[in-house]
C-alpha cells in the first residue's frame, strides 16, 4: 500500500513540478543557448531499479565533449575517495555552475519520475561505470527506484565521497517508509535553499 501511495505522490508532485517550472526552465533554456554551443539538455545512461539502465535527462552544466574528458575509478576500494562532482572541474560551463549550485539543472529528472524511471525520493542514480565496481552489498541500493533527492543529498550531497553516499543509501533501502520519504522532501527544500554541499 505505501509503495502504490509512494508512486501516485512521484506522479501527481512531477506533473504539478513540471507545470510550474515551466517558464523557469524556459528561461534556463535561454541561458544555456547563450552561454554557448551544445545540447539545451544533457541525457546520459543511469542505472535504475533491479540494474535497469534508463536515460537521465537534466540541463547540461558542462562542456559538449565533457564525458570524453571523464575518468571513471578503477577499483572498488577507489569509491572511499572519489568524488563525482568537483567544485573546481573546469569542464563546467559558467551558467551551469549556477545551475548546480541551485540545484535547478535537476528540473527535468522530473519527466523521469513522471515516466517511472525514477522516483522523488531515493538514492541518486549512478552512471554504470561505477555501478561495475558494486560489491554484493553496494548492490543492494539497487533494490528501490532512484530519486531526484535522497538521504544523501540532505546529508551533504557533493561533499560527500561515492562511498558514504552509497552508506547513506543503504540505510535509506533498509529503512524505507512514506513518511520516511515525506521528512527528506521536507529537508531538502531547505537544503537547496542553503545550498548544502552543492558543487
Same mark, same amino acid.
Given at each position: =500500500? ?14 504539478? $513540478? ?6 523557469? /526552465?524556459?528561461? !534556463? ?6 552561454? $554557448?554551443?551544445?545540447? #539545451? ?50 569542464? !563546467? ?25 525514477? /522516483? ?17 552489498? =553496494? ?15 540532505? /546529508?551533504?550531497?557533493?561533499?560527500? @565521497?561515492?562511498?558514504?553516499? #552509497? ?9 524505507? @517508509? ?5 521528512? #527528506? ?15
Amino acid at each position: =500500500m505505501q509503495r502504490a501511495a509512494k508512486r501516485v505522490l512521484d506522479m501527481v508532485l512531477a506533473f504539478v $513540478g513540471l507545470l510550474a517550472t515551466l517558464p523557469l /526552465s524556459m528561461a !534556463i533554456a535561454l541561458l544555456i543557448r547563450r552561454d $554557448g554551443p551544445g545540447a #539545451i539538455l544533457f541525457r546520459q545512461v543511469r542505472i535504475g531499479q533491479h540494474g535497469r539502465p534508463f536515460r537521465l535527462v537534466k540541463f547540461r552544466t558542462m562542456m559538449p565533449d565533457a564525458e570524453r574528458l571523464w575518468r571513471a575509478p578503477d577499483t572498488t576500494e577507489a569509491l572511499a575517495g572519489y568524488r563525482f562532482q568537483d567544485e573546481g572541474d573546469d569542464r !563546467i560551463t559558467p551558467v551551469g555552475r549556477w545551475l548546480r549550485r541551485t540545484s535547478l539543472d535537476e528540473l527535468p529528472n522530473l519527466w523521469n519520475v513522471l515516466v517511472g524511471d525514477m /522516483s522523488l525520493v531515493g538514492p541518486r542514480p549512478e552512471v554504470p561505470e561505477i555501478v561495475a565496481l558494486y560489491d554484493a552489498e =553496494m548492490r543492494q541500493r539497487l533494490a528501490v527506484k532512484p530519486g531526484i533527492t535522497g538521504l544523501a543529498q540532505v /546529508s551533504g550531497r557533493g561533499a560527500l @565521497s561515492t562511498l558514504d553516499t #552509497i552508506r547513506f543509501d543503504l540505510e535509506y533501502c533498509r529503512r524505507w @517508509s512514506l513518511g520516511r520519504d515525506l521528512r #527528506i522532501l521536507c529537508r531538502t527544500v531547505g537544503s537547496v535553499a542553503r545550498r548544502d554541499g552543492a558543487m
